[in-house]
């Protein structure tokens, strides 16, 4: 449903686009055969702006396609609630560090022609309702397929489907032969999601009146719950690989989904996209190759102390100059910074950290000071997300002297580039077991920030206390235990009082070797050249 391409193209929301955006890029860079496709979503997710108070205002992108994408031949037709919508294809290609090229289509139904309300689908992402979101997967799912025939491909080996989105693909692949082996032989679906209610389902009777003779009625009984379309059970039931995004979320999916065979394969991020320019540099000046291999950044593990940290203070400056130009809250670059930007909302727990202001500014007094900058939009409707901004809002007012905070807007690719590696700790606090993979700490630790992170999706396989990082809380394990705010408050400022802080005021060394264990380790495993390979191997060529 979204791809993050580059800042500029407003057609991604967050975690899961960005990790479309980075899986394309590998691709490029392996030489993998592929073509994506996603909707071109003009008007965006949408500007975040936040007032006095803290209320999040929002906008439409304003976005003109032409100047970052072309416009191709192969428009094509699909029935929505009985009419006829046209579709075209826009175009961006994405070059690998080999010159190999990978194309991103996008659709669009701004056309002459369609109505009104088919010309709106394909501006909002994630917004409107129940048939607008119905008609977007029709778009991507069906429209994707029939634009991909229109274009020439007509001998694509796979399907890989990225959530339940763009299942519908599956109904098109069935109706071809009415047999589900034809379709499974070709499907590959992920899910990214540990919770039912997170996985999108549509009332049946929309879904008719939407698809008309598009739905099988024999696969129906397979794919429906309660009376509801289930995308996801649509993605499982007709795919022959399935996998979740990191082990722990593999285990959950598998609860989630009885009688599936689920895989797992750990979602990356890719290494030149989300490293700094100064870590960049000194990639290149001690790891010859890393461009193309980003496995060899183990070898991270033999540059000077000193290099690392003069790379980390050029990416801390840039960020602490960005943050003093847009806000008020006069940061220096000699003071701990921690950082923390993703999607507002409430598992994410994003007030965790100032939830106990007395207590944060004990330890600013007794350790030294804090700093803290956050970044995230909440969605549209997410009411309690609204009121986590206001929350932290409330607490920069508050705390002002002894903990600086500063909330950056309108969190998006090159903002996120800047916060992860200008900080000098990452913090992640999902309520176990929602966070099913986050791929923000895995671009801290390219950029030798270590993170301190309650212990769910990636970081359950990539912390190792004092050695890459450190946890919040204990290992949880699914159903029997959740998370419990109160003791992930209390070892989240005990660690931050006892070990972090008086090891990066007094113990410079062992920060820095912390930091570069954060590259050695981490960056070079959590990367998608290694996850694109793995899904080439167990998925694609099963
Ligand atoms: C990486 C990234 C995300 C995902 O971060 P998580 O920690 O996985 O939530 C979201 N938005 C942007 C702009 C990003 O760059």
Known sequence: ????????????????????GDTIRSCADLKVPMVAITLLSDGGYFNQKIDEEGNQIETLVEFSPTSFLRLIDGEIKVSIRNKEVKVRPWCYVVKGATGFEVPIILLDTNIDGNGDWERSLTRCLYGGDERYRFAQEILLGVGGYRILRGL????????????????????????????????????????????????????????????????????VPHVSFENKLNMTKLGLFFSRFINGVAKSHSEISRELFPGYSIDSITNGVHHRTWSSEPFKRLFDRHIP????????????????????????????????????????????????????????????RPDLLISDPERLMSIAKGQGPIQIVYAGKAHPRDIQGKEIIRHIISAKKSL????????????????ALSLVAGTDLWLNTPRFPLEASGTSGMKAALNAVPQLSTLDGWWVEGHLEDITGWSIGPKRIVHTNSSDDGEDMEDMYHKLEHKILPMFYADRQKWIQIMRNCIAINASFFHTQRMVEQYVVHAYFL
């Open 400 to 415: 002002r002297d002894d903990v600086k905070i500063a909330f950056l807007e309108n969190y998006d690719m090159e903002l």
């Open 289 to 348: 190759g890393w461009r193309l291999d980003a496995s060899l950044l183990r070898a991270a593990v033999g540059i000077p102390e000193e290099e690392i940290w003069e790379a980390h203070m050029a990416a801390k400056r840039s960020l602490i100059d960005l943050v003093n130009m847009n806000s008020n809250s006069d940061m220096c670059e000699e003071a701990f910074v921690i950082g923390f930007a993703r999607r507002q909302t409430g598992y994410k």
């Open 152 to 219: 020439g491909f007509t001998g694509i080996f796979r399907f890989h489907m990225n959530e339940g989105h763009a299942a519908l693909l599956t109904l098109e692949l069935f109706n071809k032969t009415r047999n589900n082996e034809f379709v499974r032989q070709q499907c590959v679906f992920t899910t990214h999601t540990p919770v039912s209610a997170g996985h999108d389902q549509f009332d049946l009777g929309l879904v008719r009146s939407m698809l008309g003779n598009l739905l099988p009625e024999e696969i």
């Open 1 to 20: 449903m979204e791809i993050g391409i580059i800042p500029e193209i407003p057609s991604y929301a967050g975690g899961l686009g960005i990790l479309a």
